[in-house]
């Protein structure tokens, strides 16, 4: 965190000594003023089309000198930066969200429960090892209890080794086998205690009527590493890193924000339609 805030407030830095260059150019009393008393220590800067020569070390001072009493200047310079780097990716998951509409929310290899014909989807990208998942697991059934229009899509979006991604390979085995049951398995696994591994996967998917060499078979399809394959480059392209992470509607939520967030995402995405 203080890496990164360094790396922001050198950039902010220069971009203000580039400022401070250009101000100082096209201030005649500044630049005689540069020019009459020269750092033994620094060359002379010609500005392009400048007729004036400014001296470095002293535009340096200056900025430095103007930092040291207005430092606040570089955490509003963040905050701006900041601004329009998040305007920027949410332009860019738009185009995203419109581009792979299908993938996003009508992916074949998706669970869906909730609505299946609701006015309003919730996609969530989630791991069955991970934590926040397994906490929010509980904002998808009270969503999904309370909105009889909600569509809530589950993105299978194995992250956490190789546990994880066998899990998951049983997981989209018993949706392709058993479509009509994946709500009771993804409860079961994620919501479980112990860690999700392939055993333990099994185990529910048999517990629900699942035939075990029919599963090991299905687990074999080469449609499923196919569809992870998918699912990562979409994650990527939405600059999603962690689990949970949602779309709704046209953004995209990033973390375990609460039933509370959620729902206002979910109003505000109805409001859209």
């Given at each position: 965190?203080?890496?990164?805030?360094?790396?922001?407030?050198?950039?902010?830095?220069?971009?203000?000594?580039?400022?401070?260059?250009?101000?100082?150019?096209?201030?005649?009393?500044?630049?005689?003023?540069?020019?009459?008393?020269p750092?033994?220590?620094?060359?002379?800067?010609?500005?392009?089309?400048?007729d004036?020569?400014?001296?470095r070390?002293?535009?340096?001072?200056?900025?430095?000198?103007?930092l040291?009493?207005?430092?606040?200047?570089?955490?509003?310079?963040?905050?701006?930066?900041?601004?329009?780097q998040?305007?920027?990716?949410?332009?860019?998951?738009?185009?995203?969200?419109?581009?792979?509409?299908?993938?996003?929310?009508?992916?074949?290899f998706?669970?869906?429960v909730g609505?299946?014909?609701?006015?309003?989807?919730?996609?969530?990208?989630?791991?069955?090892?991970?934590?926040?998942?397994?906490?929010?697991?509980?904002?998808?059934?009270?969503?999904?209890?309370?909105?009889?229009?909600?569509?809530?899509?589950?993105?299978?979006?194995?992250?956490?080794?190789?546990?994880?991604q066998?899990?998951?390979?049983?997981?989209?085995a018993?949706?392709?086998?058993?479509?009509?049951?994946?709500?009771e398995?993804?409860?079961?696994?994620?919501?479980?205690?112990?860690r999700?591994t392939?055993?333990a996967?099994?185990?529910?998917?048999?517990s629900?009527?699942?035939?075990?060499?029919?599963?090991?078979?299905?687990?074999?399809?080469?449609?499923?590493?196919?569809?992870?394959s998918?699912?990562?480059?979409?994650?990527?392209?939405?600059?999603?890193?962690?689990?949970?992470?949602?779309?709704?509607?046209?953004?995209?939520?990033?973390?375990?924000?609460g039933?509370d967030?959620?729902?206002?995402k979910?109003?505000?995405?109805?409001?859209?339609?």
């Open positions: 965190m203080k890496k990164a805030l360094l790396l922001g407030t050198t950039g902010i830095a220069v971009a203000l000594a580039m400022l401070a260059f250009g101000f100082v150019a096209g201030n005649p009393q500044i630049a005689k003023a540069g020019t009459a008393q750092a033994q220590t620094a060359e002379p800067v010609q500005m392009a089309g400048a004036t020569k400014i001296d070390a002293e535009v340096e001072g200056i900025i430095r000198d103007y040291l009493k207005n430092p606040e200047v570089l955490l509003e310079v963040q905050d701006a930066l900041e601004a329009k998040k305007e920027e990716q949410r332009i860019a998951h738009l185009g995203v969200i419109k581009n792979a509409k299908d993938q996003i929310f009508n992916s074949a998706d669970g869906v609505n299946p014909n609701g006015k309003v989807t919730i996609v969530e990208f989630y791991d069955y090892n991970c934590g926040f998942c397994k906490r929010a697991i509980e904002d998808m059934r009270a969503l999904t209890k309370t909105d009889p229009d909600l569509r809530f899509v589950l993105k299978e979006f194995p992250i956490l080794g190789p546990d994880s066998k899990a998951s390979v049983v997981s989209m018993f949706h392709l086998m058993m479509p009509e049951k994946y709500g398995f993804h409860n079961a696994l994620l919501g479980g205690q112990g999700a392939e055993a996967a099994i185990k529910i998917a048999l629900l009527g699942a035939d075990e060499a029919t599963l090991r078979e299905k687990m074999k399809d080469p449609s499923i590493p196919e569809a992870f998918k699912t990562y480059d979409l994650a990527n392209k939405l600059s999603i890193t962690g689990t949970p992470s949602y779309v709704v509607g046209n953004e995209v939520v990033f973390g375990a924000l039933q967030v959620l729902a206002e979910i109003e505000a995405a109805k409001a859209a339609l």
